[in-house]
Structure formats: structure tokens, C-alpha cells
């Protein structure tokens, strides 16, 4: 079955860090691109970030830019999301995402992070 | 980067068809044959429904199809069922490995 767990959401000031993971099983990680969608409360999906298979080519949405990193470790078939310099904006449900044919096919259940004083 | 637009919410009756339009411009939605649509019930997250515009994915009912004119794309979803209560996002490939979202369209079954 393929599955996408994310974990280490949480609570932090603005201004701090976190880092999200995805440990995906089910399927042949290394050989999809992988994504980070995020949805603020009662608000619309965003789309955050890209990274290519082999980690060699990664894309963000304007707003994250420069504060956000997507990385991935092939060897443990998961995703990883360094947030920094982090804004009351920032505070959503991020899901790992596994996209196929330009489309966001498998989520993950989501894990929630607050960014608050 | 900004959202593409779609209607806050649209109602229909049990069997009736609804349609959701997804506004975007030259760059995104017109540009590309590369539209998706996603259902997301409360608490839940998204499915896909729709992908390429028109393709519906492995254990998607038929009852749902998806079309595009310029730069308008467009969700019906024929036979409403009570089940089909939830929100409704479009998305579209926007050029250089990027996506961009619709605002969201809450589909209320009468």
C-alpha cells in the first residue's frame, strides 16, 4: 500500500525553525518527484516546494523562497522540509505530496504547524 | 503566483449536474492542458479527481469530467450524490516545475 507520513509539526514563535518529515513506503520513492502542499486554516491548498528524483533540481512558491528548504535522502525513502525565519502566515497543514502526470496524486494525513507568540 | 479563481460555492439538488469554473490566465490555465481538480471532505485530505484536464484517475466515478476553454477550466460532476458534499480545488501547472491553486468552491447538496 503506498503511504505518506508526515511528522514534526508543531507549535513555534515567529521567527524560529522546524523541519517536516515524509516517510513514504509502497512505492519506488527515488524515482518520483516529490512536493509539499500546505493549506492555512479554513483557507485554500498552496502549493510550497518541488524536488526533482535525485534531489538535483527544487522549486518554491515566491512566498517561501530564501526561509524554505526541501531536501530528500533516497536511501531512507523520505522527504524533508527545513522551515526558517518562520511567519504567523506560515501556520498550516503541510502534506506530502507525490505528484504524477502535473497532477498531486498521494497525500499524506498532514501535520499541522502554528506559528505563534 | 497569484490563486486561480473559482466560484466560493455552488449548490445543486440530488441528480441535478453542477459545474465549477477555475479562471486563471495566458500563463497558467490557458497555457498548458495540465489542470487537476481535487475533492477534499472536512478534516480529510485532497483527492484527485481529475488530472491533464480531462483524465480521470483509477476508482474515480464517471460522473465526474473536467474540460477547459481558454483560459477557463471547468468541473461537472452529473448525478449529484449526497456523498459529493465537499470542497473542490482546481490546479493547474504554471511553467518552470511550478503550480498554482485554485481559491476553493464549496459544493452544498441540497
Known amino acids: 500500500e503506498v503511504q505518506l507520513v508526515e511528522s514534526g509539526g508543531g507549535l513555534v514563535q515567529p521567527g524560529g525553525s522546524l523541519r517536516l518529515s515524509c516517510a513514504a513506503s509502497?512505492?519506488?520513492?527515488?524515482?518520483?518527484?516529490m512536493s509539499w502542499v500546505r493549506q492555512a486554516p479554513g483557507k485554500g491548498l498552496e502549493w510550497v516546494a518541488n524536488?526533482?528524483?535525485?534531489?538535483?533540481?527544487?522549486y518554491y512558491v515566491d512566498s517561501v523562497k530564501g526561509r524554505f528548504t526541501i531536501s530528500r535522502d533516497n536511501a531512507k525513502n523520505s522527504l524533508y522540509l527545513q522551515m526558517n525565519s518562520l511567519r504567523v502566515e506560515d501556520t498550516a497543514v503541510y502534506y506530502c505530496?507525490?505528484?504524477?502526470?502535473?497532477?498531486?496524486?498521494?497525500w499524506g494525513q498532514g501535520t499541522m504547524v502554528t506559528v505563534s507568540s | 503566483q497569484s490563486a486561480l479563481t473559482q466560484p466560493a460555492s455552488v449548490s445543486g439538488s440530488p441528480g441535478q449536474s453542477i459545474s465549477i469554473s477555475c479562471t486563471g490566465t495566458s500563463s497558467d490555465v490557458g497555457n498548458y492542458d495540465l489542470v487537476s481538480w481535487y475533492q477534499q471532505h472536512p478534516g480529510k485530505a485532497p483527492k484527485l479527481m481529475i488530472y491533464?484536464?480531462?483524465k480521470r484517475p483509477s476508482g474515480v466515478s464517471y460522473r465526474f469530467s473536467g474540460s477547459k476553454s481558454g483560459n477557463t477550466a471547468s468541473l461537472t460532476i452529473s448525478g449529484l450524490q449526497a456523498e459529493d458534499e465537499a470542497d473542490y480545488y482546481c490546479c493547474s501547472y504554471a511553467g518552470s516545475s511550478t503550480y498554482v491553486f485554485g481559491t476553493g468552491t464549496k459544493v452544498t447538496v441540497l
Open positions: 491533464e484536464g480531462s
Open positions: 505530496v507525490t505528484p504524477a502526470n502535473d497532477a498531486f496524486d498521494i
Open positions: 509502497g512505492f519506488t520513492f527515488s524515482s518520483y518527484w
Open positions: 524536488i526533482k528524483e535525485d534531489g538535483s533540481e527544487k
